[in-house]
């Protein structure tokens, strides 16, 4: 064919006219040679093309994996609170093993500017609190930060901007921070050294007390809180981070705010380098979701990656490029609150825990510091999330998720991206439909590059099969699948199970389930055959490729590397002929004169 006597490559210009038509008749015969392998793999009957697989790539770091994902906010005082210490104790016991290494405790919530609906909820001063332990909802600031301690987390505090002042919120860092803090000092204590601090809460809202005086405006919001930023700064001994409420809900909008894009740009251009983080609370939301529908509940993380990735990070980004701050100033996106927000019986079980892993992967995924769990108690109410009737005993799926995340994760996330996968949509209110895949998920590894370890939640009510390939990889020394396994949305139990995996192929991941899958290797690199063997045999043809060969297999399994591009076969021939192809036409179009 003429066609197929064309080049492939266009940099000819150094070869003769008779050593260009040799090569284009060399790629004739390899690309029949291909068509005749396709065909091949084509007529077993077990062929599998296109399917789901999960792609990691572990030479691309993307970031540091924060273990602030496992966060639990507030909301309880120690009068009349049941088995707290026994609840702390088992909450305490997670460690997380990757990251920071600690837990995050948010101290404040709407109670702390005071919201106009509860007539209790006046707003917190927390000189006005000494010695008390209630009631509900004010008490001792230092029965908050012990208990942080007794967890050992890292403390974010929320500051009262709604009906606090400037002075109160640099009073406040003083006794947190200040190394010469009289009160502190008199109380026999050392400092507690808190890093974060948010600057009200969710007052974009009209129903937090003090927005309409305060906040009326993202622009009279962040005007004002140059004002605590700086008092703030000036009292603390060491570092602090400040954070500014970006929006009420998932959608980044407010009351009078401009939302989205432009509240973020008029934050940046009025706090500059005084901003550290934005805030938003990533409940589900309008548009998307106003009712306790299952499915477009697991719809809101896919909606909020898609708004983050496409207008928050890049206004954040073009406001710091508008605004010359250096990019050795990070101004970063933080969740410190959020859950289904379905008060009703069944909401801490596995819709929330499905919710829950599926918030971390969010985070995770794009770098988002914290993602903080609404919330760690409240008197057994429904947003009680991780312990039934006040007993430490009796834990929840979404216990068993932040248990199950934070021993299993590593230190660094990296490129994952799938295809084949299943999908639902789901239309908004708006009009805009979101597509979300069955899976979510996030890959994560060590610095010495000895592992991969991925987060993979199954949203839907179906069990799901997928393929996971790790890129640069063609043996492991061993894999793992822990999963806990809800089967469906109103389960309010979730069943942990673990197995070992002989092969990354053809993964089940069982209905509305959250997955570990631990892949451990060798430290460096390497080809060879993934199975346990008795006998190798590796050749080496006269074009330089290697390929190994096993005898023996426990597992039946055979590794083949084939130009840097790992392919599995069984001894069926399960093979994604797709994928093939692909490879073998990467192969002619660089293969210049090395055929």
Not at 351 to 375: G, K, R, S
Request: aromatic share 8%.
């Amino acid at each position: 064919s003429p066609l197929l006597q064309q080049p492939l490559v266009t940099n000819m210009e150094f070869l003769s006219p008779s050593s260009s038509y040799l090569l284009s008749w060399r790629r004739c015969c390899l690309l029949l040679c291909v068509m005749l392998l396709m065909m091949m793999m084509l007529s077993f009957s077990d062929c599998v093309v296109g399917q789901a697989t999960i792609v990691v790539d572990r030479s691309v770091i993307l970031h540091n994996a924060t273990s602030y994902i496992i966060s639990a906010n507030r909301n309880h005082v120690p009068q009349g609170e049941t088995n707290l210490a026994g609840k702390l104790a088992k909450y305490g016991s997670i460690k997380p093993a990757f990251g920071q290494k600690r837990k995050m405790y948010r101290i404040g919530h709407g109670i702390t500017d005071g919201r106009t609906d509860y007539s209790y909820m006046t707003g917190y001063h927390f000189r006005d609190e000494w010695g008390q332990n209630g009631p509900y909802p004010y008490d001792d600031i230092r029965n908050a930060l012990n208990e942080a301690h007794t967890m050992d987390a890292e403390v974010i505090m929320v500051v009262n901007f709604g009906t606090g002042s400037p002075e109160e919120a640099g009073a406040l860092v003083s006794y947190l921070n200040n190394v010469h803090d009289a009160t502190r000092i008199n109380q026999n204590l050392p400092p507690f050294n808190v890093k974060y601090f948010e600057l009200g809460n969710e007052i974009s809202w009209s129903t937090e007390r003090g927005h309409d005086q305060y906040a009326s405006t993202e622009i009279v919001y962040a005007t004002r809180a140059k004002l605590f930023a700086a008092a703030m700064r000036a009292n603390s001994s060491i570092p602090i981070q400040i954070g500014l409420v970006g929006g009420t809900n998932s959608n980044w909008y407010g009351n009078g705010w401009s939302g989205q894009a432009t509240t973020v740009t008029n934050i940046i251009n009025i706090m500059k380098t005084d901003v550290d983080f934005i805030i938003y609370h990533g409940y589900p939301s309008w548009p998307l979701s106003t009712d306790a529908s299952p499915l477009p509940i697991m719809a809101q993380n896919t909606w909020n990656r898609n708004l983050l990735s496409r207008t928050i990070f890049p206004a954040i980004e073009a406001a710091m490029k508008g605004n010359n701050i250096s990019s050795s100033h990070t101004i970063k996106v933080a969740n410190t609150e959020y859950f289904t927000s379905l008060y009703q019986a069944g909401q801490r079980g596995t819709l929330e825990a499905l919710y829950t892993a599926d918030t971390m992967v969010t985070a995770l995924n794009l770098d988002i510091f914290v993602a903080n769990n609404f919330c760690f108690d409240h008197g057994d109410l429904a947003d009680s999330l991780f312990f039934i009737n006040n007993d430490p005993n009796n834990t929840t799926p979404i216990y068993a998720t932040h248990k199950l995340v934070a021993e299993s994760l590593r230190d660094l996330v990296v490129s994952i991206n799938s295809s084949g996968l299943s999908t639902s949509s789901v239309k908004d209110q708006a009009g805009v439909t979101t597509v979300v895949e069955s899976l979510s998920y996030v890959a994560t590894i060590d610095a010495n590059h000895a592992g991969v370890t991925l987060l993979i939640v199954n949203k839907f009510e179906q069990d799901q099969t997928a393929s996971v390939s790790v890129l640069g990889s063609s043996s492991f020394l061993r894999a793992s699948q822990n999963v806990l396994v809800g089967k469906q949305w109103s389960n309010t139990n979730m069943i942990q199970t673990s197995q070992p995996l002989s092969t990354l192929s053809n993964i089940v991941f069982p209905a509305a389930s959250i997955s570990i899958i631990d892949i451990v290797y060798q430290n460096q690199l390497t080809t060879t055959a993934r199975a346990t063997t008795t006998t190798t045999t590796t050749t080496t043809t006269s074009t330089g490729i290697t390929t190994t060969t096993s005898s023996g297999s426990t597992t039946g399994k055979h590794d083949v590397t084939y130009l840097g591009c790992y392919l599995e076969t069984d001894n069926n021939r399960s093979i994604n002929a797709a994928s093939i192809a692909k490879q073998s036409l990467h192969f002619l179009l660089y293969s210049n004169s090395k055929e």
